[in-house]
């Protein structure tokens, strides 16, 4: 009615004014949906974000980051107590933005409680670190505005002198030169968020398996950086303001002593306002945890540890929390069937998780008998095991015409060429890490890491010979060929050998 | 900030904004400060002196010329020492090339003769060969009264500062900028046809000229490995890449003008419909060759000198070859500067004496060729034999720009031994066996480079058509037009070669 | 001079520059009239008119000058 009354000039204005909103309003939601298309395939993050708006109501959401994904099941709570609970975490994430997790999530759903687990405060720092930032700003829409603040925030709270800034916001500035995603029906697949789901509600397990020893606690109170003050003051604010029911935890991990402090004094910060803090690392006990067989690296449990975590942490919630028992809900069907399909996969994760750890636990038994094998051929068999590294070294010329098939089949494997002087491998059962038959120094880095580094090895052939592992040096100078066997996971030296080769047929295994 | 980046993108929207909010009466002024605030992120900051030093040479010039014009001060004078300031400041900061082959050519004469060579390390000042052709012509236009002088020191500088000609032109008259100064109504129209023509202009750069200069380089970093037929493709295909290049850049500078309502002269006309090399000119980089013709040509051709000359060779030669004997000579000269303004010894010989023996030659023979064309009986009206003139004024072009692409003479020699060499081991079958794969691209870069010259052969037919494509664009319906655009845009977000994961290449035609 | 003079020798100078007997030049006559005269034909034309005519046409009229007309103007304005 008004618009037949308005005139030409104007009318022609207010078409021109609504068609450059309609168009640029294309462009955008265009815009959104290839964005998701070529975002890069971190498929856990994006789908334990993207998941999270499927889900329904959750009672209770839990943020952080992988110290969160490893360790807490969801439908395991599901199962024994009726809550709905969620894993709303990605990869690498840091406390800094911790906030934004919360925020985005109220978008779609106000839980009765929140659960933050600040373990990652202790890695804040002032850098752009991409990944903590790009897991979850790459895994929301566009036309988020708690991403647009997220990212801004992250960004201009540390050091963004020499980052892309666009391509934070505008991240197919970044990927849009992945042309293979073009072809897989899984990206596309996101330009509808509604249809991804994530059953096993943003838990995926580590089954790897590292033994450590307990850490030893402190109750000294470390002082926080600048950046970590900011992080915890601005988590706090936000749930103060809002008003949120939120519970403060630090996971169990093997937590080095500084680290420690510094979770010491965010936990004093904490009850301070008025929230409560549990730091795990002081319940390994009351856990159960296992630090033989229940960690998969120096942050993570694997899924044995997980299992003993999701039970503590579940009655703990439902000792000290009102939470609704959903189980006789017929509107609450979607978790039931998802719960058996979890139940599946976790039988098979146990099963692997614990083959992996018996795997270990049976070489560091071959490895107690093994000293005390005089036998050349079962000593040769039992070293092969790919849980050791095998560190071998000959210092001059040997006498032997190949007439021990034993022998002979220890230096075909090892390629040792009995013409040559010197000679130095390190090999992992039948993969060679390094092996040379010249006058050469090298420098290796062995065992398995899990964040505990490698263990230097240094060997040197010919003049000035030296094998030094860690920082002791092991070599023999009289030894014809002198082998060293180092167990990977326990990362200790469980044999040293020289072997010695007799009347040119017998081969004797001395040891010191 | 490149005029391909994000940032630009943002500087343009934010200074149309304050634009056209202002009073008219300051437009002016805020296109003076979006200049300085565009040279300082664009270029070392402090070279905008020699900018200032330009325009204040000009404007005491201008308006002593004017003052002292009815008096007896000889203003030629005045105008032509501004001019030889200009000049020297231009070959002092620009003229590396002339000042190292210069000096080598007197060292190798007079070996006793050394030169200090640190002293002329300056920065030239960004976009220096563009304002000091603008510059010149401005003093000239006074000085021959086709211009009133600017009594505004600072109106003046915007003339010669304004930001988006820096990059590579258009260099513009005084009288084509003049609107620089008047009062501009916010058009839906312009915005619309500038934001077009901008994304076609990053389309021909981002999409088309780079993908083909992954192509280019390749062959001639390595012209072991692409030997034969490869070094005469990358001959062939610098042209377009050529012309994607610089062409796409000027669509991006006229279409930002458009955007603020400044209407900057066109630098092309469908160059490669040309059919003979003259014409060629007529079509690529118009500004430079409309100035030359203007400034240098015809002064010369009024000059004394030149009138003498074209006496005593009517007194000598025949009435053709004594009007050609100017001709040449005049010549000569306009393509002498037109080389020189590229700034070095190699633009000299692939610009200057390239294609001023190819117009001196064909003039003289012109008529030799015409009568071999009716004795052969050639349909020279025909479609195919247009096409022929095409083709042949294409390879001529792209035989000078060997020198254009060589990094320096000497590379440019190299490259033509190596195409000549490659005559005898020709090897067509490598287009066939997927060696293009190996040069960095692959087949769909190679569908999308065929699909964009395709487009960019239909588009410029079109503008020359309809005098502007997008005015047909205006007359398809409302789901062509849109969609058109909408594709475009995403064709350039998607196969751009631009972001984190490339280095921001940078213009050919920079620099001058 | 009159005007009709004027455009007699400049018809002599237009056949003379553009090597065409038949070439007549009137007030409206423009670039596209005749096929040769381009930017580059035209100041070959301008130094042929200044020479017959005995003077120097002003740089700034060569460009500005839109038909013959207003080089005729030029002419009596400048001529001899």
């Given at each position: 009615m008004v618009y037949s009354y308005m005139s030409t000039d104007r009318k022609e204005k207010l078409k021109k004014i609504i068609a450059c909103i309609l168009f640029i309003s294309i462009v955008f939601f265009l815009l959104c949906k290839v964005t998701w298309i070529f975002r890069g395939n971190k498929s856990e993050a994006r789908e334990d974000i993207a998941g999270f708006k499927s889900q329904g109501k959750i009672d209770v959401v839990l943020c952080a980051g992988s110290n969160l994904l490893r360790y807490y099941q969801p439908l395991e709570a599901w199962n024994q107590k009726g809550y709905t609970s969620y894993n709303y975490a990605t990869s690498s994430a840091r406390a800094d933005l911790l906030k934004e997790y919360i925020e985005d999530s109220r978008t779609t759903n106000e839980a009765l409680l929140y659960v933050c687990d600040i373990r990652t405060i202790t890695d804040v720092n002032k850098e752009v670190e991409e990944a903590s930032v790009r897991n979850w700003s790459d895994s929301l829409s566009l036309s988020s505005v708690t991403r647009l603040k997220g990212i801004s925030s992250f960004l201009f709270t540390r050091?963004?002198?020499?980052?892309?800034?666009?391509s934070f916001y505008l991240d197919i500035i970044k990927?849009?030169?992945?042309?293979?995603s073009l072809k897989d029906a899984y990206q596309w697949s996101y330009t509808n968020t509604k249809n991804i789901d994530n059953i096993d509600k943003g838990f995926s397990p580590n089954q790897n398996h590292i033994p450590f020893e307990e850490p030893i606690s402190t109750n000294v109170r470390g002082e926080l950086s600048e950046q970590q003050e900011y992080a915890l003051d601005k988590l706090l604010n936000y749930c103060e303001k809002e008003k949120l029911n939120v519970l403060f935890i630090c996971c169990p991990y093997i937590a080095p002593k500084e680290e420690w402090e510094i979770l010491n004094t965010c936990g004093d910060k904490i009850k301070e306002r008025g929230y409560t803090f549990i730091n795990f690392n002081e319940y390994y006990d009351e856990i159960g945890l296992d630090f033989e067989r229940d960690f998969g690296d120096v942050n993570h449990v694997n899924y044995l540890g997980a299992e003993k975590y999701t039970a503590y942490l579940m009655n703990y919630l439902s000792e000290n929390y009102e939470l609704p028992d959903h189980r006789e809900d017929t509107s609450y069907r979607k978790w039931e069937e998802d719960y058996a399909v979890f139940d599946a996969s976790r039988r098979q994760w146990r099963l692997d998780t614990t083959e992996v750890v018996e795997e270990h636990l049976n070489a560091k038994k071959t490895a107690e008998t093994l000293r005390s094998l005089e036998n050349f051929d079962s000593w040769y068999q039992q070293i092969q095991d790919n849980n050791f590294t095998v560190i071998i070294k000959k210092n001059g010329y040997l006498e032997y015409s190949n007439t021990n098939d034993i022998l002979n089949s220890f230096i075909e494997k090892y390629e040792i060429d009995m013409t040559q002087k010197y000679y130095i491998g390190l090999w992992n059962s039948d993969e060679c890490i390094f092996s040379t038959n010249d006058e050469e120094s090298v420098e290796q880095g062995i065992g398995v890491d899990g964040g505990r580094g490698l263990t230097p090895c240094i060997i040197t052939s010919g003049e000035g010979s030296m094998l030094c592992i860690g920082d002791t040096d092991y070599y023999h100078q009289d030894a014809d060929i002198q082998v060293i066997v180092y167990d990977n996971n326990y990362k200790q030296i469980i044999d040293d050998v020289n072997i010695q080769i007799v009347d040119d047929k017998e081969v004797h295994l001395i040891r010191a | 900030m490149t005029v391909t980046s994000f940032y630009f993108l943002v500087f343009i929207v934010i200074g149309a904004a304050i634009y056209y909010i202002v009073p008219k009466k300051v437009q002016w002024l805020i296109l003076l400060g979006l200049s300085f605030v565009f040279y300082y992120f664009s270029a070392v900051p402090y070279t905008i002196i020699y900018l200032l030093l330009s325009t204040l040479i000009a404007y005491i010039t201008t308006i002593a010329i004017e003052k002292y014009r009815d008096k007896r001060t000889n203003i030629a004078v005045i105008a032509c020492t501004a001019i030889i300031f200009n000049i020297v400041i231009w070959f002092l900061l620009k003229g590396n090339s002339f000042w190292s082959h210069g000096v080598l050519l007197i060292e190798k004469t007079f070996p006793s003769v050394h030169f200090n060579m640190s002293v002329l390390h300056l920065t030239a000042a960004f976009g220096m060969g563009y304002y000091t052709a603008q510059v010149i012509g401005y003093i000239l236009d006074c000085y021959w009264e086709i211009s009133k002088p600017q009594k505004n020191p600072f109106k003046l500088f915007l003339f010669v500062c304004f930001f988006p000609q820096l990059t590579v032109g258009p260099i513009s008259k005084y009288s084509q900028l003049e609107c620089l100064y008047r009062e501009h109504r916010f058009s839906y129209k312009n915005i619309c046809f500038g934001s077009q023509r901008i994304l076609w202009g990053m389309f021909k750069k981002l999409v088309v000229s780079d993908r083909i200069a992954i192509i280019t380089t390749a062959i001639w970093a390595d012209t072991i490995s692409y030997s034969g037929v490869w070094p005469w493709i990358a001959v062939f295909l610098y042209p377009i890449q050529l012309y994607g290049d610089f062409s796409g850049c000027v669509d991006i500078i006229l279409g930002t003008a458009e955007i603020f309502d400044i209407k900057l002269p066109e630098n092309f006309n469908n160059p490669f419909k040309s059919c003979s090399v003259q014409e060629f000119w007529q079509r690529w980089h118009i500004t430079l060759g409309t100035w030359a013709k203007d400034y240098v040509y015809y002064p010369v051709l009024k000059s004394k000198y030149l009138i003498s000359i074209g006496k005593w060779s009517k007194k000598h030669f025949t009435k053709r070859i004594a009007k050609l004997i100017p001709w040449t000579l005049g010549m000569g000269v306009l393509w002498l500067v037109m080389g020189i303004w590229h700034g070095s010894v190699r633009h000299i010989a692939g610009v200057s004496l390239w294609y001023w023996g190819i117009l001196v030659l064909g003039e003289f023979f012109g008529s030799v060729f015409k009568n071999m064309v009716e004795y052969l009986n050639i349909k020279s009206e025909s479609y195919s034999w247009v096409l022929l003139q095409r083709i042949r004024t294409y390879a001529i072009f792209s035989a000078g720009s060997v020198f254009f692409a060589a990094e320096s003479f000497r590379d440019a020699l190299f490259r033509y031994q190596t195409l000549f060499a490659s005559i005898k081991n020709l090897n067509p079958w490598t287009l066939f066996d997927g060696t293009v794969i190996r040069l960095g691209v692959t087949w769909g870069d190679v569908n999308i480079i065929i699909l964009g010259i395709f487009l960019l052969h239909k588009i410029d037919t079109l503008r020359e058509k309809e005098g502007m494509a997008r005015e047909w664009m205006q007359k398809q319906i409302v789901v062509f037009r849109w969609g058109a655009w909408i594709s475009l845009f995403f064709l350039v977000l998607i196969y751009g070669l631009y972001g984190p994961g490339y280095e921001a290449s940078q213009f050919i035609y920079q620099g001058f | 001079m009159t005007r009709e003079e004027v455009f007699e020798r400049l018809n002599k100078v237009f056949r003379e520059v553009f090597d065409d007997t038949e070439i007549v030049v009137g007030e409206k006559t423009t670039s596209n009239d005749i096929e040769d005269w381009d930017s580059f034909e035209h100041i070959n034309l301008v130094v042929a008119v200044e020479e017959e005519f005995s003077f120097k046409i002003p740089m700034g009229r060569v460009v500005t000058m839109e038909n013959v007309g207003e080089m005729v103007d030029i002419i009596l304005e400048l001529g001899k």
């Amino acid at each position: 009615m008004v618009y037949s009354y308005m005139s030409t000039d104007r009318k022609e204005k207010l078409k021109k004014i609504i068609a450059c909103i309609l168009f640029i309003s294309i462009v955008f939601f265009l815009l959104c949906k290839v964005t998701w298309i070529f975002r890069g395939n971190k498929s856990e993050a994006r789908e334990d974000i993207a998941g999270f708006k499927s889900q329904g109501k959750i009672d209770v959401v839990l943020c952080a980051g992988s110290n969160l994904l490893r360790y807490y099941q969801p439908l395991e709570a599901w199962n024994q107590k009726g809550y709905t609970s969620y894993n709303y975490a990605t990869s690498s994430a840091r406390a800094d933005l911790l906030k934004e997790y919360i925020e985005d999530s109220r978008t779609t759903n106000e839980a009765l409680l929140y659960v933050c687990d600040i373990r990652t405060i202790t890695d804040v720092n002032k850098e752009v670190e991409e990944a903590s930032v790009r897991n979850w700003s790459d895994s929301l829409s566009l036309s988020s505005v708690t991403r647009l603040k997220g990212i801004s925030s992250f960004l201009f709270t540390r050091d963004y002198k020499d980052c892309d800034i666009p391509s934070f916001y505008l991240d197919i500035i970044k990927y849009h030169s992945n042309y293979d995603s073009l072809k897989d029906a899984y990206q596309w697949s996101y330009t509808n968020t509604k249809n991804i789901d994530n059953i096993d509600k943003g838990f995926s397990p580590n089954q790897n398996h590292i033994p450590f020893e307990e850490p030893i606690s402190t109750n000294v109170r470390g002082e926080l950086s600048e950046q970590q003050e900011y992080a915890l003051d601005k988590l706090l604010n936000y749930c103060e303001k809002e008003k949120l029911n939120v519970l403060f935890i630090c996971c169990p991990y093997i937590a080095p002593k500084e680290e420690w402090e510094i979770l010491n004094t965010c936990g004093d910060k904490i009850k301070e306002r008025g929230y409560t803090f549990i730091n795990f690392n002081e319940y390994y006990d009351e856990i159960g945890l296992d630090f033989e067989r229940d960690f998969g690296d120096v942050n993570h449990v694997n899924y044995l540890g997980a299992e003993k975590y999701t039970a503590y942490l579940m009655n703990y919630l439902s000792e000290n929390y009102e939470l609704p028992d959903h189980r006789e809900d017929t509107s609450y069907r979607k978790w039931e069937e998802d719960y058996a399909v979890f139940d599946a996969s976790r039988r098979q994760w146990r099963l692997d998780t614990t083959e992996v750890v018996e795997e270990h636990l049976n070489a560091k038994k071959t490895a107690e008998t093994l000293r005390s094998l005089e036998n050349f051929d079962s000593w040769y068999q039992q070293i092969q095991d790919n849980n050791f590294t095998v560190i071998i070294k000959k210092n001059g010329y040997l006498e032997y015409s190949n007439t021990n098939d034993i022998l002979n089949s220890f230096i075909e494997k090892y390629e040792i060429d009995m013409t040559q002087k010197y000679y130095i491998g390190l090999w992992n059962s039948d993969e060679c890490i390094f092996s040379t038959n010249d006058e050469e120094s090298v420098e290796q880095g062995i065992g398995v890491d899990g964040g505990r580094g490698l263990t230097p090895c240094i060997i040197t052939s010919g003049e000035g010979s030296m094998l030094c592992i860690g920082d002791t040096d092991y070599y023999h100078q009289d030894a014809d060929i002198q082998v060293i066997v180092y167990d990977n996971n326990y990362k200790q030296i469980i044999d040293d050998v020289n072997i010695q080769i007799v009347d040119d047929k017998e081969v004797h295994l001395i040891r010191a | 900030m490149t005029v391909t980046s994000f940032y630009f993108l943002v500087f343009i929207v934010i200074g149309a904004a304050i634009y056209y909010i202002v009073p008219k009466k300051v437009q002016w002024l805020i296109l003076l400060g979006l200049s300085f605030v565009f040279y300082y992120f664009s270029a070392v900051p402090y070279t905008i002196i020699y900018l200032l030093l330009s325009t204040l040479i000009a404007y005491i010039t201008t308006i002593a010329i004017e003052k002292y014009r009815d008096k007896r001060t000889n203003i030629a004078v005045i105008a032509c020492t501004a001019i030889i300031f200009n000049i020297v400041i231009w070959f002092l900061l620009k003229g590396n090339s002339f000042w190292s082959h210069g000096v080598l050519l007197i060292e190798k004469t007079f070996p006793s003769v050394h030169f200090n060579m640190s002293v002329l390390h300056l920065t030239a000042a960004f976009g220096m060969g563009y304002y000091t052709a603008q510059v010149i012509g401005y003093i000239l236009d006074c000085y021959w009264e086709i211009s009133k002088p600017q009594k505004n020191p600072f109106k003046l500088f915007l003339f010669v500062c304004f930001f988006p000609q820096l990059t590579v032109g258009p260099i513009s008259k005084y009288s084509q900028l003049e609107c620089l100064y008047r009062e501009h109504r916010f058009s839906y129209k312009n915005i619309c046809f500038g934001s077009q023509r901008i994304l076609w202009g990053m389309f021909k750069k981002l999409v088309v000229s780079d993908r083909i200069a992954i192509i280019t380089t390749a062959i001639w970093a390595d012209t072991i490995s692409y030997s034969g037929v490869w070094p005469w493709i990358a001959v062939f295909l610098y042209p377009i890449q050529l012309y994607g290049d610089f062409s796409g850049c000027v669509d991006i500078i006229l279409g930002t003008a458009e955007i603020f309502d400044i209407k900057l002269p066109e630098n092309f006309n469908n160059p490669f419909k040309s059919c003979s090399v003259q014409e060629f000119w007529q079509r690529w980089h118009i500004t430079l060759g409309t100035w030359a013709k203007d400034y240098v040509y015809y002064p010369v051709l009024k000059s004394k000198y030149l009138i003498s000359i074209g006496k005593w060779s009517k007194k000598h030669f025949t009435k053709r070859i004594a009007k050609l004997i100017p001709w040449t000579l005049g010549m000569g000269v306009l393509w002498l500067v037109m080389g020189i303004w590229h700034g070095s010894v190699r633009h000299i010989a692939g610009v200057s004496l390239w294609y001023w023996g190819i117009l001196v030659l064909g003039e003289f023979f012109g008529s030799v060729f015409k009568n071999m064309v009716e004795y052969l009986n050639i349909k020279s009206e025909s479609y195919s034999w247009v096409l022929l003139q095409r083709i042949r004024t294409y390879a001529i072009f792209s035989a000078g720009s060997v020198f254009f692409a060589a990094e320096s003479f000497r590379d440019a020699l190299f490259r033509y031994q190596t195409l000549f060499a490659s005559i005898k081991n020709l090897n067509p079958w490598t287009l066939f066996d997927g060696t293009v794969i190996r040069l960095g691209v692959t087949w769909g870069d190679v569908n999308i480079i065929i699909l964009g010259i395709f487009l960019l052969h239909k588009i410029d037919t079109l503008r020359e058509k309809e005098g502007m494509a997008r005015e047909w664009m205006q007359k398809q319906i409302v789901v062509f037009r849109w969609g058109a655009w909408i594709s475009l845009f995403f064709l350039v977000l998607i196969y751009g070669l631009y972001g984190p994961g490339y280095e921001a290449s940078q213009f050919i035609y920079q620099g001058f | 001079m009159t005007r009709e003079e004027v455009f007699e020798r400049l018809n002599k100078v237009f056949r003379e520059v553009f090597d065409d007997t038949e070439i007549v030049v009137g007030e409206k006559t423009t670039s596209n009239d005749i096929e040769d005269w381009d930017s580059f034909e035209h100041i070959n034309l301008v130094v042929a008119v200044e020479e017959e005519f005995s003077f120097k046409i002003p740089m700034g009229r060569v460009v500005t000058m839109e038909n013959v007309g207003e080089m005729v103007d030029i002419i009596l304005e400048l001529g001899k």
